[in-house]
């Protein structure tokens, strides 16, 4: 279900379930480096930056896409504006708390899962978790 994918620039931790390996439409998970300057404004480069971010491809983030749509609307994390959906097409800057409650939604569903969506979701969590060790944002691109 995980293995590595690599690009020009970059190497992805890939989650796969049902999507075919010809899939190109996928949401990229990139924890953002975090920084303790005032007024800080990070650049592109610090949420593209993890050494293994999470890649997973549109028929199954369609899996997740129920659990954003369980915390939604939400407050950017960045710069807390009003952000009423979650976009597949663009940017979703999505902090600590709201991921803890994505966390909690999805292990309070695993019991009355089947066993490979079990699997496919338990290895998400694991990623998430090892990755908000390092950071309180997760940016979520979309490429729609």
């Not at 199954?60 to 097409?89: G, M, Q, S, W």
């Amino acid at each position: 279900m995980i293995w590595t994918e690599n690009t020009s620039d970059r190497k992805f931790r890939v989650l796969r379930l049902n999507s075919p390996k010809a899939e190109k439409i996928r949401l990229d998970f990139e924890p953002l480096k975090m920084s303790d300057k005032p007024n800080w404004n990070p650049m592109w480069e610090e949420w593209h930056c993890y050494l293994e971010p999470l890649r997973i491809y549109r028929e199954d983030y369609e899996i997740l896409l129920c659990y954003f749509n369980r915390i939604y609307p939400i407050k950017d994390a960045f710069d807390r504006t009003h952000e009423p959906i979650f976009d597949v097409c663009f940017d979703n800057w999505i902090g600590k708390e709201d991921w803890y409650r994505i966390i909690s939604e999805i292990e309070n569903d695993l019991d009355d899962l089947g066993e490979n969506t079990k699997g496919f979701l338990a290895d998400f969590l694991d990623w998430l978790k090892n990755a908000l060790k390092h950071t309180s944002i997760i940016v979520v691109e979309g490429n729609l």
